[in-house]
T-cell receptor, first 118, second 115 residues
C-alpha cells in the first residue's frame, strides 16, 4: 500500500531560522514520483518540486532545498533563512507510474503547517 | 492560458440538495481528478479520469458521480448532499509521457458547506 507520512503537524519558527519538513513514504513500486506542494493562507495549491525515483540528487532552488533518500524512503524539505511569506501548509505527495492506468493519482500526506513569526 | 478553472468558489447547500461542481482545463491534459480536503486529513482522491469517456473511483467516492465527455471538462456531481460532504474540493489535471508523471495543476478550489 502507498502511504505518505508527515509526522510534523505544526512547526513554528522565528524569521531567519532554518526549518526542515519531514516526509516519509511507502510504496511497492520501483518507479514513482514525489512532490511538494505549498498551500498559503489564500488556499491555492502551489507546486514546488517533482522528483522521480531514479534521481536521488538533492535539489536547491533559492532558499529551498530537498533531500531525497531512497534508503530511508524520505523526501525532506528545508527552508533556509525562513521568511514570514513562507507561512503555509506544506504537503508531500506520491504518485506511481502505471502505463494506461491511474498514473496521475496523488497520495498526500496530511500536511505540515509552518508558521514563521517576525 | 487559464489552466484549471473551478466554479463556483463558494457554495452552501441544504442537506439532500444536489449540485454539480464544474472543472475545466485548457492544457489538453488527459488526466483529471477530484480531491477533497478536510482539516487534518490532507487531500483525498474522490474520482479520476485518464481520458474522455473513462472514469474510475478513488479513495472516497461515495456520494459523488463524475463523467468525462470531453478532454476539457470533468464535473463532479453531489447526488444528495450531506453535512459530511462539507469540505474544500480541488480539481486537478496532469499528463504523462512514456510513463513519466508531471505535476498536478490544481484549480483554486470550491469551499462547500452543507447545512
Amino acid at each position: 500500500a502507498q502511504k505518505v507520512t508527515q509526522a510534523q503537524t505544526e512547526i513554528s519558527v522565528v524569521e531567519k531560522e532554518d526549518v526542515t519538513l519531514d516526509c516519509v513514504y511507502e510504496t511497492r513500486d520501483t518507479t514513482y514520483y514525489l512532490f511538494w506542494y505549498k498551500q498559503p493562507p489564500s488556499g491555492e495549491l502551489v507546486f514546488l518540486i517533482r522528483r522521480n525515483s531514479f534521481d536521488e540528487q538533492n535539489e536547491i532552488s533559492g532558499r529551498y532545498s530537498w533531500n531525497f533518500q531512497k534508503s530511508t524512503s524520505s523526501f525532506n524539505f528545508t527552508i533556509t533563512a525562513s521568511q514570514v511569506v513562507d507561512s503555509a501548509v506544506y504537503f508531500c505527495a506520491l504518485s506511481e507510474a502505471r502505463y494506461g492506468g491511474s498514473q496521475g493519482n496523488l497520495i498526500f500526506g496530511k500536511g505540515t503547517k509552518l508558521s514563521v513569526k517576525p | 492560458n487559464a489552466g484549471v478553472t473551478q466554479t463556483p468558489k463558494f457554495q452552501v447547500l441544504k442537506t439532500g440538495q444536489s449540485m454539480t461542481l464544474q472543472c475545466a482545463q485548457d492544457m489538453n491534459h488527459e488526466y483529471m481528478s477530484w480531491y477533497r480536503q478536510d482539516p487534518g486529513m490532507g487531500l483525498r482522491l474522490i474520482h479520476y479520469s485518464v481520458g474522455a469517456g473513462i472514469t474510475d473511483q478513488g479513495e472516497v467516492p461515495n456520494g459523488y458521480n463524475v463523467s468525462r465527455s470531453t478532454t476539457e471538462d470533468f464535473p463532479l456531481r453531489l447526488l444528495s448532499a450531506a453535512p459530511s460532504q462539507t469540505s474544500v474540493y480541488f480539481c486537478a489535471s496532469s499528463y504523462s509521457y512514456g510513463g513519466r508523471n508531471t505535476e498536478a495543476f490544481f484549480g483554486q478550489g470550491t469551499r462547500l458547506t452543507v447545512v
